[in-house]
């Protein structure tokens, strides 16, 4: 299956281990090697830590996709 990063920007990724909806991709980890995914990013909550944001990143490697459909990634995290 082919599929353009800016289709994988609109789908939701939602983990299947508790339910959660982590938000949608914004960035995809390629290894320019192989030209292989070997992840994707989404961003987490923003956390305010003393005088500045934090901003935490979900790194879901691609061994932890189990599916991609029309309209959402499914994943599998701890």
């Keep these: 299956m ?3 990063v800016l289709d994988l920007q609109k789908k939701e990724v939602i ?4 339910g959660r909806r982590l938000g ?3 960035d995809v ?3 320019l090697e192989t030209g292989r995914v070997g992840a994707l990013i ?3 909550q923003n956390r305010f830590f003393r005088l500045f944001w934090k ?3 979900h790194i879901i490697s691609f061994s932890q996709i ?3 459909g029309d309209d ?3 994943v599998e995290m701890e």
């Design 29 to 31: 980890e390629v290894d």
């Design 24 to 26: 949608f991709v914004y």
């Design 55 to 57: 901003y935490e990143e």
């Design 15 to 18: 983990n299947l281990s508790n």
């Design 72 to 74: 959402i990634i499914l």
């Design 42 to 44: 989404v961003p987490g």
């Design 2 to 4: 082919l599929e353009r």
């Design 66 to 68: 189990k599916k991609i």
